[in-house]
């Protein structure tokens, strides 16, 4: 196959309708809104049960994949600044039915993670406004009256973006803000009240918990990163991608918003991790890591069950000021990443369409620069996620494997792309791509591997739902949309099902023996596996990639619908 030495215009994809209104400081605080949401609130103590101590470690090695994967998407995102770019970055690279697998995939995430956050918020709220939720066989659901709250605050969100996004960029930057101050006063406040540096050494000795500083070893340490909420409170640096086609100067402000977002959060987290372990009565170790607070009275049990794990330790040391502001920020900070979620799934949506291989209705803009149709279907599609069925909570780990699986396709889209447009200017050129590339893509795959054979199978069956989708959106098309390109997008089932193989073959979640996974390929190995499968599955998809005229012909694609449609002059 060979590749033209030609370049395209980076304004040939330009989202020139959407209104180019998010600063510097407004896109990095956007990313930075969206990682600190729900998971800062519960994630210290869920990451101490399952790694102990050496959960410090985990966010740090957390944060670096995160970054590895977010530096693929540096270069991506100057090249070409487009709103939604997770999903077609995969379109001009390998074609409709490789976006369309990741862009449902990631469509799913995105959209669900919205309706976790308005339940996060409304979950804490129910310790002063009880009427708001109820348990149903143990685990918290919405009553009536907390539905239509729920509802209420999905519709705020929606009627933000449709006003324009240059007022989504104000409020939450104001948010942004209030929840970086609390955070900083969390971790002042825990180190200068009360540290013991025995418990970064300790815990009990007995069956299940043999002490020491990484009690679980390093199993537990990878499976805090995917299943603890650490990766979980990290993805929230997409919105550099996400939103790359509504800031000007995007060649600068993507790449800071995306590394410095993880940066800025992977320091604070880290300093949380520190001071709530120091801050550890000793009687909260009595059972070992994974029992944390079942032996001292008016500890961690009561708040860990209701997702309020920080509050219950500034109340344990006597700082109930700190107990109110932490109550007060689990409503805003989940509900401000729930805002930024809402914007985010409608600019999926917006790609999709503009892809063509989803209804071109959800490239729709209004006369403000707005996907109108998208949101309002992400806010029907956010009612339908509020649905209370139990278990509810387990989707956190759905929604880390589902978004992780997608930003997957980064490294394997830049590589080819490195081929297929050699001579494409590139504002942020990623040094040594092909190692740097492949380290971003083990990542992603070590990440869902680690999450566990009870949440893959989950997710593998809502992309063969997805692809029912898909041979309905064609039947009832008739042959009006794009071809879909399966020979350049067939290594994506290939890969999908691979991993699903391997995650059923290992021995992950190590704490669960009912999962369903076999158990045969052991914790060191297991690295060793996915680390060939990566390799052979980026060789496999950079040989499949789209030709270079295929390529341009995908970068110069008109939007779906006629301007005029939109009340708008033609560009």
């Given amino acids: 196959m060979n590749d033209a030495t030609t370049t395209v215009d980076p304004n040939a994809t330009d989202d020139h309708r959407l209104r180019r209104d998010i600063g510097i400081i407004g896109l990095l605080f956007t990313a930075v809104g969206s990682i600190i949401g729900s998971g800062w609130l519960f994630g210290a103590l869920s990451a101490a049960q399952i790694a102990g101590p050496a959960s410090i470690l985990a966010w740090g090695i957390g944060g670096v994949m995160i970054i590895l994967i977010g530096l693929c998407y540096a270069e991506l995102g100057t090249m070409f600044p487009v709103s939604g770019?997770?999903?077609?970055?995969?379109?001009?690279?390998?074609?409709?039915?490789?976006?369309?697998?990741?862009?449902?995939?990631t469509w799913l995430a995105v959209a669900s993670t919205t309706s976790i956050e308005v339940l996060a918020a409304l979950q804490y709220s129910t310790n002063y406004l009880p009427w708001l939720q109820h348990l149903q066989d143990g685990v918290p659901v919405l009553t009536g009256a907390g539905f239509a709250v729920a509802v209420a605050m999905l519709a705020l969100f929606s009627l933000i973006n449709v006003v324009g996004i240059r007022w989504f960029a104000r409020l939450?930057?104001?948010?942004?803000?209030?929840?970086?101050?609390?955070?900083?006063?969390?971790?002042?406040?825990?180190?200068?009240?009360?540290?013991d540096g025995a418990n970064f050494a300790g815990g009990a000795q007995d069956h299940s918990d043999a002490g020491g500083f990484m009690p679980f070893g390093w199993s537990g340490v990878f499976a805090s990163i995917a299943t603890a909420g650490i990766v979980f409170s990290y993805l929230g640096f997409r919105q550099g991608v996400e939103l790359a086609g509504e800031t000007h100067n995007p060649q600068r402000n993507v790449p800071i918003a995306i590394i410095g977002s993880v940066l800025?959060?992977?320091?604070?987290?880290?300093?949380?991790?520190?001071?709530?372990?120091?801050?550890?009565?000793?009687?909260?170790?009595?059972?070992?890591?994974?029992?944390?607070?079942?032996?001292?009275?008016?500890?961690?049990?009561?708040?860990?069950?209701?997702?309020?794990?920080?509050?219950?330790?500034?109340?344990?040391?006597?700082?109930?000021?700190?107990?109110?502001?932490?109550?007060?920020?689990?409503?805003?900070?989940?509900?401000?990443?729930?805002?930024?979620?809402?914007?985010?799934?409608?600019?999926?949506?917006?790609?999709?369409?503009?892809?063509?291989n989803a209804p071109a209705a959800l490239a729709k803009v209004s006369q403000r620069g707005v996907p109108w149709v998208s949101v309002i279907v992400t806010f029907v599609a956010g009612m339908i996620f509020l649905l209370p069925f139990p278990g509810w909570q387990k989707l956190v780990g759905?929604?880390?494997?589902?978004?992780?699986?997608?930003?997957?396709?980064?490294?394997?889209?830049?590589?080819?792309?490195?081929?297929?447009?050699?001579?494409?200017?590139?504002?942020?050129?990623l040094p040594a791509v092909h190692i740097l590339a492949f380290l971003g893509f083990l990542s992603s795959n070590l990440i869902v591997y680690w999450s566990g054979w009870d949440i893959v199978w989950?997710?593998?069956?809502?992309?063969?739902?997805?692809?029912?989708?898909?041979?309905?959106?064609?039947?009832?098309?008739?042959?009006?949309?794009?071809?879909?390109?399966l020979a350049s997008g067939a290594w994506?089932?290939?890969?999908?099902?691979?991993?699903?193989?391997?995650?059923?073959?290992?021995?992950?979640?190590?704490?669960?023996?009912?999962?369903?996974?076999?158990?045969?390929?052991?914790?060191?190995?297991?690295?060793?596996?996915?680390?060939?499968?990566?390799?052979?599955?980026?060789?496999?998809?950079?040989?499949?990639?789209?030709?270079?005229?295929?390529?341009?012909?995908?970068?110069?694609?008109?939007?779906?619908?006629?301007?005029?449609?939109?009340?708008?002059?033609?560009?």
């Fill in 264 to 356: 800025i959060t992977g320091v604070i987290y880290v300093a949380l991790q520190i001071a709530f372990i120091g801050a550890l009565p000793p009687g909260a170790l009595a059972n070992g890591w994974a029992h944390i607070g079942t032996s001292f009275s008016g500890g961690l049990d009561h708040i860990a069950a209701t997702y309020g794990p920080l509050a219950a330790m500034a109340t344990v040391m006597g700082l109930t000021w700190l107990a109110v502001l932490l109550y007060i920020d689990a409503f805003i900070s989940p509900a401000d990443t729930g805002l930024i979620y809402t914007t985010v799934t409608a600019r999926i949506s917006y790609a999709m369409g503009r892809n063509g």
């Fill in 398 to 429: 759905f929604v880390t494997s589902a978004t992780v699986l997608s930003f997957g396709s980064g490294p394997l889209a830049l590589v080819a792309m490195r081929r297929q447009l050699p001579a494409q200017r590139r504002p942020f050129r």
């Fill in 492 to 571: 994506v089932p290939v890969w999908l099902a691979g991993l699903a193989l391997i995650s059923w073959l290992g021995e992950y979640p190590a704490l669960n023996k009912h999962a369903g996974n076999l158990g045969l390929i052991g914790f060191g190995w297991a690295i060793l596996v996915v680390a060939v499968f990566s390799l052979l599955i980026m060789g496999i998809a950079t040989s499949m990639r789209l030709p270079t005229e295929r390529v341009e012909e995908h970068l110069r694609e008109p939007v779906p619908e006629k301007t005029e449609q939109l009340g708008e002059p033609s560009p």
């Fill in 172 to 195: 939450n930057n104001a948010m942004v803000w209030w929840k970086l101050v609390i955070i900083v006063v969390v971790i002042v406040a825990f180190l200068m009240t009360s540290f």
């Fill in 458 to 485: 989950k997710l593998m069956i809502a992309v063969l739902i997805g692809y029912v989708v898909l041979l309905l959106h064609e039947w009832r098309s008739r042959g009006n949309t794009p071809r879909l390109e």
């Fill in 85 to 105: 770019g997770v999903v077609r970055f995969p379109h001009f690279a390998f074609g409709s039915f490789a976006s369309y697998t990741l862009g449902w995939i």
